[in-house]
T-cell receptor, first 112, second 115 residues
Framework: SQQGEEDPQALSIQEGENATMNCSYK?????LQWYRQNSGRGLVHLIL?????REKHSGRLRVTLDTSKKSSSLLITASRAADTASYFC????????????FGRGTQLTVWP | GAVVSQHPSWVICKSGTSVKIECRSL??????MFWYRQFPKQSLMLMAT?????????EQGVEKDKFLINHASLTLSTLTVTSAHPEDSSFYIC???????????FGQGTRLTVV
């Protein structure tokens, strides 16, 4: 990947369970974003967390950011089969130009 | 939210031909657009930054003569894959940044298959 790594690379859970995905990066950042991608389709923006924020919530999503460890986590609570998708983190590497550098992604499968 | 449209959504072409992909910001102006490539089951790789009225900036390892980028207006950037080969088959996605903000909005992607 251009920026860092997500782990796990694949995650398989049952509906109702929580899914946690982690992302690590290597450079300074202004913000970190999480995206979702259904198979073979475009990206859906989920959440943006700024470098001075530690935690952010949006519906069933909870994102944390630890800049000292250069890592972030995405938690999806009470997962649904419709949450099945690939999830990517992306950072700006400290640039304000809008370029994004993506991690390898986690393929989440939620079984009904 | 802002809408970015890519066209075509998929294309099949013969080896050796060139293919043009368009990226349009429909309801906002974008001085900067970005092109990414994604191989199957892999992540998105930033290819280049497209700047309105000036030359594109390419990421290391991306051949600028192979992937021609034109950003002729504040709402349109094009990526032309020249002399396409099967290894160029990929999913190409653009994003556009509103001149007034910091967020970039993504198109729906173009799946290119070179046969």
């Amino acid at each position: 990947s251009q920026q860092g790594e997500e782990d796990p690379q694949a995650l398989s859970i049952q509906e109702g369970e929580n899914a946690t995905m982690n992302c690590s990066y290597k450079t300074s950042i202004n913000n970190l974003q999480w995206y979702r991608q259904n198979s073979g389709r475009g990206l859906v923006h989920l959440i943006l967390i700024r470098s001075n924020e530690r935690e952010k919530h949006s519906g069933r999503l909870r994102v944390t950011l630890d800049t000292s460890k250069k890592s972030s986590s995405l938690l999806i609570t009470a997962s649904r089969a419709a949450d099945t998708a690939s999830y990517f983190c992306a950072t700006d590497r400290g640039s304000t130009l809008g370029r994004l550098y993506f991690g390898r992604g986690t393929q989440l499968t939620v079984w009904p | 939210g802002a809408v970015v449209s890519q066209h075509p959504s998929w294309v099949i072409c013969k080896s050796g031909t060139s293919v043009k992909i368009e990226c349009r910001s429909l309801d906002f102006q974008a001085t900067t657009m970005f092109w990414y490539r994604q191989f199957p089951k892999q992540s998105l790789m930033l290819m280049a930054t497209s700047n309105e009225g000036s030359k594109a900036t390419y990421e290391q390892g991306v051949e600028k003569d192979k992937f021609l980028i034109n950003h002729a207006s504040l709402t349109l950037s094009t990526l032309t894959v020249t002399s396409a080969h099967p290894e160029d088959s990929s999913f190409y996605i653009c994003s556009a940044r509103d001149v007034r903000g910091t967020e970039a909005f993504f198109g729906q992607g173009t799946r290119l298959t070179v046969v």
